[in-house]
């Protein structure tokens, strides 16, 4: 989804776009652009994704 936004993004409205990275800490919500550099994006929410994967595929 993120990947689908940011071609989008690319094509269209790059100027317009900025991308974010919440992140909820015990002092409240820490934000992070991230818009230069998606790979922080993506390595983070990587490891949930095999999670559920994984939990789909019913792979230990």
């Known amino acids: 989804m993120i990947e ?3 071609v989008y ?3 269209s409205i790059k100027e317009q776009t900025h991308f974010y990275f ?3 800490t015990p ?6 652009e ?3 550099d998606l ?3 993506f390595e983070t ?3 949930p994704f095999q ?3 994984q939990t789909v595929l019913g792979i230990s």
């Open 4 to 6: 689908a936004l940011k």
């Open 9 to 11: 993004s690319d094509r």
């Open 22 to 24: 919440n992140k909820l």
């Open 27 to 32: 002092e409240g919500v820490e934000v992070k």
């Open 34 to 36: 991230v818009t230069d």
């Open 39 to 41: 790979s922080f994006l």
């Open 45 to 47: 929410l990587s490891l």
């Open 51 to 53: 999670k559920l994967e």
